[in-house]
């Protein structure tokens, strides 16, 4: 290894010192990201604070990730270009090209499943005009409060509610929900009056 290692050119030592340094440290840092490893020493950020705050993820361009992506393309694309016996000028460029674009990959790659995070959080704002069926008697005139099943976010909830009309809702009533007081209580309406 050493006799192969001494009998390269300098500028094919440095493209295999690149190519194996960075992927070793590549490997590193994929198998803490699957393993669920705390890398956040080598981002130079609190990931988990942004997805906590549902601000998402931003496009990081250049991170600790994307830099060893880039190294270890770079690298090995480089190798490829010496070994089919191109020019060095052309083998930094498309080794540069190759890892730019690997960063790019990846930077989409980590913004886009940041956008796929959702905080699980009712908002009951988008339960505004939905239809739903009275589970728990609604006393007439807010008299009382009672429940309305009623499809939020994509998820059949049960939810306290009140209404302003003149008689009870029973059970099995179809409504509409008017508005929301401050509390979070709906104000639902009969649908077929």
Known sequence: MEEWFAALALFEKIYWGIALISSVIFVILLVMTLLGGDAEDFDG???????????????????????????????????????????????VLISTICGLLMMFVMAALFYYLG????????????????VGE??????????????VSVTVQGTLRELEALTDEDKDLVLGNVVRVKSITDNGILIVELLNK
């Open 115 to 130: 956008k796929l995070q959702s905080s699980g959080t009712l908002r009951l704002k988008n339960a505004l005009n939905q």
């Open 134 to 147: 009275v589970y728990l008697t609604i006393g007439a005139n807010r008299a009382s409060i009672g429940k």
């Open 45 to 91: 950020g609190d990931v988990d604070a942004d997805i906590d705050g549902d601000t998402g993820i931003e496009f990081q361009f250049l991170s600790f990730k994307n830099l060893m992506g880039f190294f270890t393309i770079f690298g090995w694309s480089g190798i490829a270009c010496l070994d089919s016996d191109l020019s060095t000028g052309l083998t």
